[in-house]
């Protein structure tokens, strides 16, 4: 099946710095999508975007499909933007399933 | 508010003892999903629902029931749960499997 790596694995900003979230993913994809996990445990989508480049305040997305990866941009970073984010993936005429990627974890310090 | 609903948030239980999570949406979406959650396991779906009265096997089936009778409505049964579905457990739904997915608030089951 289809394999979806995220890195960095761990990251520690200090409050305002931009960070860059990497995903790539071993096959083609027609669905991609960028979710947070807050230290609540709640998973928010963030960004459904199997291709192209997408923003919403802060945050910005970039698939690029031909190339297998996608890129997380958090730009001012807040405590707020805290917790794990994840990358998962769907594969054309494959299984009806979203595969998640092992996360990012981020720690913003104030 | 389009929202996914979980219910019980928190729940310990004894081995042996059925339990039911409930998970409702509002959203009119068709598909629908299970997923549980593990430390150095990551994310995994259990089951899945195309639509009313389709059920399918996800990755990790073993222990638990799903129905789903309604659109809106896809339980999670644990007729004799065991130690080892202690978890974190979500339950989704998109409009379709390639379509934007919303989580519910989760499920902290605990059995001991």
């Known amino acids: 099946g289809i394999q979806v790596e995220q890195s960095p694995p761990d990251l520690i900003l200090q409050e305002g710095a931009n960070s860059t979230l990497r995903c790539n993913f071993s096959?083609?994809?027609?669905?991609l999508q960028w979710f947070h996990q807050n230290p609540w445990g709640q998973l928010i989508n963030l960004f459904y975007?199997?291709?192209g480049t997408k923003q919403n305040g802060r945050l910005s997305a970039t698939t690029v499909a031909t190339e297998r990866y996608s890129l997380l941009y958090i730009s001012s970073s807040q405590t707020t933007d805290s917790g794990v984010y994840f990358c998962a993936v769907g594969t054309p005429g494959g299984s009806e399933k979203l595969v998640f990627g092992k996360g990012t974890k981020l720690t913003v310090n104030p | 508010e389009a929202q996914v609903t979980q219910n019980p948030r928190y729940l310990i239980t004894v081995t042996g003892k059925k339990l039911t999570v409930t998970c409702s949406q509002n959203?009119?979406?068709?598909?629908m999903s299970w997923y549980r959650q593990d430390p150095g396991l990551g994310l995994r779906q259990i089951y899945y629902s195309m639509n009313v009265e389709v059920t399918d096997k996800g990755d990790v089936p073993e222990g638990y029931k799903v129905s789903r009778k309604e659109k809106r409505n896809f339980p999670l049964i644990l007729e004799s749960p065991s130690p080892n579905q202690t978890s974190l457990y979500f339950c989704a739904s998109s409009l379709s499997y390639s379509r934007e997915v919303f989580f519910g608030q989760g499920t902290r089951l605990t059995v001991v």
């Open positions: 096959d083609s994809v027609n669905n």
């Open positions: 975007i199997p291709s």
């Open positions: 959203m009119n979406h068709e598909y």
